[in-house]
């Protein structure tokens, strides 16, 4: 296949700090490659040299063809056309871009850059701001796309698209064949065999170690000759003492020589465990944590929700699940308002003391440092606090840099460690996962799927909120629909053949919803949430069936 683009060794500082050094590197067409590592770590400036807008400070770049580049920082490189506007779903949009939301200026964004479909494209983080819809849309853009190198933190995008993997990590440049989920089980491999490396090493050091202290033993032991020997036996005595010692030496020298060259062989950093003690946040007691019994949301002159209901039971992890603008944020804020101030337009079970993470990390100071800030409001012991900042890869000395000098993602996560050992009992998370690499991100997905607490979680990120989402809340026509499972599920069920009380004319309707109403009301009803979601289904029905006899 030809090359698109081609470097010699590349090599860039940070200041004083070496940021990375490549071996040459070679884009094919057809080559489909991500780009992963930790924050900090490079990627968006190598994404920037590669693509000629920043100049390594030793190497050279050599493109064959024209690039495309795409960055959420910064205008859009020129004006979409019509119909590649129309692919991102934006067609018979006329707001001026600095009044889109950031789902739409990405989009606009991604339509200038993939309209002409170029040879070869950069993006860096491209889905930050897009729906589940707009991911979508993407995805399908970019399975038409010749070649490409793609900053990502969304790991089911990177899994759909892509067939190469580059990892930037502790200065170097590792390439693996393969998609997502083949780079991660070789991960694992090398990580298992760094494990059984370090294991054999220790148990290798630790027999030449006792071999050592067993020679040291004998050669003490062996005994001087008897002050009542003749000098002839004294004679022989020494020649064997002589010789014994001479072996014994021999035998420390060779096992002092092998110590010496035994390569040393380091175990990998192991995450470390947590252990929270919930009941410092004086949990609240009842099954029912939260209900809104009825919630028309407006933003200006939008309806968002027309009289909504919802619950949410204790240790429930649910999902807000659908597109920009439709009104999650939205939402969560209204949540928030209302059960700090005890609103009388919800049930908040008594005790209840909600967390609200968002974007703005206004929980931070950023004159203190990361221990202090965690510390400011923990109910949890210093230590338990210490070892979920570890987890969330600030270590050692890293606690005591001072927030003014964090990155985005470290900011983000110490915004929610602060939250995880503050009072508070119940979550509300607006996308957490933004700006996060590929470590935290799983970092915060394992300790929130532990967390005793419920939270209410709006995440675009589909594998986190399919791995941590036992309900999902999805907004439909100006309701709150309730479903079983994460996203996947939701979609699953959307597209399997609609039940068959869609069919039923107004008699039957009325009759099936008696019989619904019938079975939810006995004391016991082993399918209730079958049945509910049943009743809602059969309430649409009639409404919609109500508004037709009305045309």
Not at 140 to 167: G, K, P, Y
């Amino acid at each position: 296949m030809p090359i698109l683009l081609e470097t010699t060794a590349l090599t860039q500082y940070a200041g004083e700090r070496l940021l990375f050094s490549t071996e040459p590197l070679a884009l094919y067409d057809g080559d489909r490659i991500g780009l992963v590592g930790p924050n900090g770590s490079g990627k968006s400036t190598l994404l920037a040299i590669l693509s000629g807008r920043l100049r390594p400070d030793e190497g050279t770049v050599h493109a064959r063809c024209p690039i495309a580049f795409f960055s959420q920082l910064g205008p859009g490189e020129e004006a979409p056309d019509p119909e590649s506007l129309s692919r991102f779903g934006l067609r018979g949009t006329h707001a001026p871009v600095d009044r889109m939301s950031g789902g739409e200026q990405s989009r606009r964004k991604l339509a200038a850059s993939l309209g002409k479909k170029p040879p070869l494209l950069f993006a860096d983080e491209p889905t930050s701001n897009l729906d589940w819809e707009g991911i979508e849309l993407f995805c399908r853009r970019m399975e038409a796309q010749n070649a490409f190198l793609l900053v990502s933190h969304d790991r089911a995008v990177l899994e759909r698209l892509c067939t190469q993997i580059w990892e930037l990590r502790e200065g170097k440049l590792l390439r693996y064949e393969g998609s997502y989920d083949a780079f991660e089980r070789q991960k694992e491999q090398e990580l298992e065999r760094r494990r059984f490396e370090a294991e054999a090493y220790r148990k290798e050091k630790a027999r030449l170690e006792r071999s050592m202290q067993s020679l040291r033993e004998k050669q003490s032991a062996v005994r001087r000759a008897p002050s009542r020997m003749g000098n002839s036996e004294t004679r022989l005595h020494k020649r064997s003492e002589t010789d014994t010692q001479s072996k014994i030496a021999q035998g420390r020298k060779s096992i002092e020589s092998r110590l010496a060259r035994l390569e040393k062989k380091e175990a990998p950093r192991e995450a470390e465990a947590v252990h929270f003690d919930f009941s410092l946040t004086n949990p609240p007691e009842n099954k029912i944590l939260l209900r809104v019994p009825s919630l028309t949301l407006t933003a200006g002159e939008k309806t968002l929700l027309r009289d909504a209901s919802f619950e949410l039971q204790k240790g429930s992890h649910t999902l807000l699940y659908g597109p920009n603008g439709c009104g999650k944020t939205t939402l969560m804020g209204y949540l928030a308002r209302a059960i700090e101030t005890e609103s009388r337009e919800i049930f908040a079970a008594p005790k209840l003391r909600a967390g609200y993470f968002q974007q703005s990390l206004d929980n931070l100071d950023p004159e203190k440092t990361v221990l202090e800030n965690a510390m400011r409001s923990a109910v949890q012991n210093e230590q338990t606090v210490r070892s979920l900042l570890a987890r969330l890869l600030f270590r050692r000395e890293d606690v005591y840099r001072p927030v003014s000098v964090l990155s985005g993602g470290e900011r983000v996560k110490l915004s929610f460690a602060c939250l995880l050992v503050s009072p508070v009992n119940f979550l509300l998370l607006d996308e957490p996962t933004n700006y996060l690499d590929m470590d935290s991100l799983r970092a915060l997905q394992e300790t929130l799927a532990q967390y005793e607490g419920g939270f209410l979680l709006v995440t675009h990120d589909r594998r986190f909120a399919d791995a941590l989402a036992r309900q999902t809340l999805a907004f439909e026509n100006g309701r709150l629909v309730r479903h079983e499972g994460g996203p996947s599920a939701v979609e699953r069920e959307k597209a399997a053949p609609k039940p068959e009380t869609e069919k039923m004319d107004g008699k039957l309707l009325e009759l099936r919803l008696a019989e619904v109403i019938s079975r939810l009301s006995l004391p016991r009803c082993p399918d209730k949430e079958a049945l509910e979601r049943e009743f809602q289904e059969l309430l649409r029905q009639k409404r919609e069936a109500a508004a037709r006899a009305k045309e």
